[in-house]
């Protein structure tokens, strides 16, 4: 019903930027909720940040608050997360995801789809 595609994800060195895409198609007029997790090697996918997709109100981890910016272009059915003065910790598969219903946004279980993922590694 809706197809994630990410894209953007590559290599940099610590204190450099990336800035990841998510295209939804299909039945986008369905989504509530976009966010981005991620999953680095031996652990659980975490989540990220995540946005409303009428209200635009975001959400972030902790973790990444103060240097990733979630944004969305509802024309184009795409979101984006700006990454600045990434960390080697940042390294992992980020992944898209959308979610239909109001719910918690912080948790994968809520959301419906997801997108294949793209890899971030960041070098020190």
């Known amino acids: 019903q809706v197809q994630l595609v990410e894209s953007g994800g590559g290599l940099v060195q610590a204190g450099g930027s990336l800035r990841l895409s998510c295209a939804a198609s299909?039945?986008?007029?369905?989504?509530?909720?976009m966010g981005w997790f991620r999953q680095a090697p031996g652990k659980e996918r975490e989540f990220v940040a995540a946005?409303?997709?009428?209200?635009?109100?975001?959400y972030y981890a902790d973790s990444v608050k103060g240097r990733f910016t979630i944004s969305r272009d509802n024309a184009k059915n795409t979101v984006y997360l700006q990454m600045n003065s990434l960390k080697p910790e940042d390294t992992a598969v980020y992944y898209c995801?959308?979610?239909?219903?109001?719910?918690?946004?912080?948790?994968?279980?809520?959301?419906?789809?997801w997108g294949q993922g793209t890899q971030v590694t960041v070098s020190s």
């Open positions: 995801a959308a979610d239909r219903s109001l719910g918690v946004v912080v948790t994968p279980y809520e959301y419906d789809y």
């Open positions: 299909g039945r986008t007029f369905s989504i509530y909720v």
């Open positions: 946005i409303r997709w009428s209200g635009g109100s975001t």
